[in-house]
Structures are given as C-alpha cells and as structure tokens.
C-alpha cells in the first residue's frame, strides 16, 4: 500500500515522521476521513473544504494548495488500485524545536480498504449512552479523541455501541457520528452548535429538505425522550438507526420510516457523486 507523507508516495510499511512531531508530542493536529469508490473520491471538495477550515481554525499553514491537495489525492488513488478504500488526510503541528510551537506542518495521507456500506439501512439493534463533555475546540475535527476512547470500556460495558455527548443539558454529538432525532410532528432536528458538522450531515440536511421540514437547533435531552426516531450519521455509516439510549427505547424501524426514506435519499445522492 502506499501513503503519501511530506511530498513523497512511499510504502506505507516506510512512512514515518519525526519523533518530536507536535502531533505525537502533543496531540497537536487535524485530520478528515473520505470514502473512495474505485477510483471516485465521494465528495472530495467538501471534506478539503472542512480541511481547510480546521487548518484555518488551528493556525496550522499548510503549503499546498486545494487543488494540489486533490491531484495528490487522486494519484493515490490511481496507484493503489481499491476498489473501496478510505482516506485519512492528516495535518500535524510539524516537527517543534521546543516541543510546543506549531512550525511547518507534516502532510500524511494514507489510504486502506474498508468495507462498503450496505446498500439498505440496517435495522439491528444499536444503543448509546448519554456522557456529559464537550470536545475542546468542538468545531474542528482534531486529532484528539482521548475521551471516546476512555469511554471504551464502559461503552462495552453498558453493551453499548457507541456515546452520545451532552453538556448542559443540550445534546452534541457522538465521536465519530452526527445526530439526528425526528420529532412526533415529523421534523427532522439536528444541533447547530458545539459539534463537528459533518459532510455526510450537510448531505442529509439537503437531501431532508426535499421530504420534510428541516430544523437546527439545540437538541435537549427532554427533546430525545419525545422524539419519534433518533440517527446518527457519518461517511463511513451513512445513517444508523438508534434503538436505545440509555433506558429509553424506539420503535422499529424500516425503509417507510422517515430515516429509511432519508438513507434511500443519501444513497441515491451518493450514486450521483460516484457518477460524476
């Protein structure tokens, strides 16, 4: 497999960066995370897009430019040859004579095989629990996911499958995921602050607002216990139905449910990018 680090495409078994990297050192970095169909990037602008923004927001000056980053990106693609794959394109503080000021950043980008989402909703079983925190600097997708990973023996614990952040009163976001809850009167909700805003949620949002009405907003958790249905959602997920958090339980779900319409909606989208 080759990965592409510091302006070289190297086997991946080779890549390395230096030891007093203020990523390693000091959890000082950025990174997204694309799925790759064949050799189509599924919304490339987007995820360089938020690339670019978190960089921005971390103060972190990356010397390529967008569309050098996406040729970069693509001649991966093309030597690597999967026929479905993700990407991680991380950005680090860079090598910190002092151990704690960002210098001139490191660029890693690796690519692996992942499985390809079902092309049907899934409908088994999927429980989170509630935990209050909120990630520092929650716009950004930083590299730093000490709490979700913390968190890993009392998710296993509680047969959980994952953990649903609130502070405040006021629901966030899961680690890796998006959340969505939709209301009695058919309103799909989702917060609008103190998260990460997905690329995979900005394509729900539009696809939604073909269906149904569309509000973002604080999510609380008394608005959890009335919702009809509750979703989380990610590049890699798509939509995932929630059955349980915590105590409170919903009800089944399937394709004429309003998030098998909306995963139908993502796909069929998803389709369209693959065939651009």
């Given at each position: 497999?080759?990965?592409?680090?510091?302006?070289?495409?190297?086997?991946?078994?080779?890549?390395?960066?230096?030891?007093?990297?203020?990523?390693?050192?000091?959890?000082?970095?950025?990174?997204?995370?694309?799925?790759?169909?064949?050799?189509?990037?599924?919304?490339?602008?987007?995820?360089?897009?938020?690339?670019?923004?978190?960089?921005?927001?971390?103060?972190?000056?990356?010397?390529?430019?967008?569309?050098?980053?996406?040729?970069?990106?693509?001649?991966?693609?093309?030597?690597?040859?999967?026929?479905?794959?993700?990407?991680?394109?991380?950005?680090?503080?860079?090598?910190?004579?002092?151990?704690?000021?960002?210098?001139?950043?490191?660029?890693?980008?690796?690519?692996?095989?992942?499985?390809?989402?079902?092309?049907?909703?899934l409908t088994s079983p999927y429980k989170l629990i509630t935990h209050h925190y909120r990630r520092q600097l929650p716009e950004v997708k930083t590299t730093?996911?000490?709490?979700?990973?913390?968190?890993?023996?009392?998710?296993?614990?509680?047969?959980?499958?994952?953990?649903?952040?609130?502070?405040?009163?006021?629901?966030?976001?899961?680690?890796?995921?998006?959340?969505?809850?939709?209301?009695?009167?058919?309103?799909?909700?989702?917060?609008?602050?103190?998260?990460?805003?997905?690329?995979?949620?900005?394509?729900?949002?539009?696809?939604?607002?073909?269906?149904?009405?569309?509000?973002?907003?604080?999510?609380?958790?008394?608005?959890?216990?009335?919702?009809?249905?509750?979703?989380?959602?990610?590049?890699?997920?798509?939509?995932?139905?929630?059955?349980?958090?915590?105590?409170?339980?919903?009800?089944?779900?399937?394709?004429?449910?309003?998030?098998?319409?909306?995963?139908?909606?993502?796909?069929?989208?998803?389709?369209?990018?693959?065939?651009l």
């Open positions: 497999m080759i990965s592409y680090v510091n302006g070289t495409f190297v086997e991946s078994t080779a890549a390395s960066i230096p030891v007093n990297d203020l990523g390693l050192q000091r959890g000082y970095g950025v990174f997204d995370f694309l799925r790759v169909k064949g050799k189509q990037p599924l919304f490339l602008q987007q995820h360089i897009d938020r690339l670019y923004r978190s960089l921005e927001y971390m103060r972190l000056q990356l010397s390529y430019s967008k569309e050098e980053l996406i040729t970069i990106i693509q001649s991966l693609i093309d030597q690597n040859q999967l026929s479905h794959s993700g990407i991680r394109i991380t950005v680090t503080g860079g090598a910190s004579p002092d151990g704690y000021t960002p210098v001139e950043p490191h660029l890693i980008i690796v690519q692996q095989p992942i499985p390809e989402p079902p092309e049907r909703m730093d996911y000490l709490m979700a990973i913390w968190l890993q023996p009392l998710i296993k614990e509680q047969n959980a499958q994952d953990v649903l952040y609130h502070f405040n009163g006021s629901i966030s976001e899961c680690p890796r995921s998006n959340f969505f809850i939709i209301t009695q009167e058919n309103i799909l909700v989702t917060p609008d602050e103190g998260m990460l805003k997905g690329v995979t949620r900005a394509n729900i949002l539009s696809v939604a607002k073909q269906i149904m009405q569309v509000e973002e907003r604080p999510v609380t958790l008394e608005d959890i216990r009335t919702a009809k249905e509750a979703f989380i959602s990610s590049s890699t997920k798509r939509i995932i139905p929630v059955t349980v958090i915590d105590e409170l339980h919903f009800g089944s779900y399937s394709a004429n449910s309003f998030s098998g319409k909306l995963f139908e909606a993502l796909r069929l989208l998803e389709n369209q990018a693959e065939s």
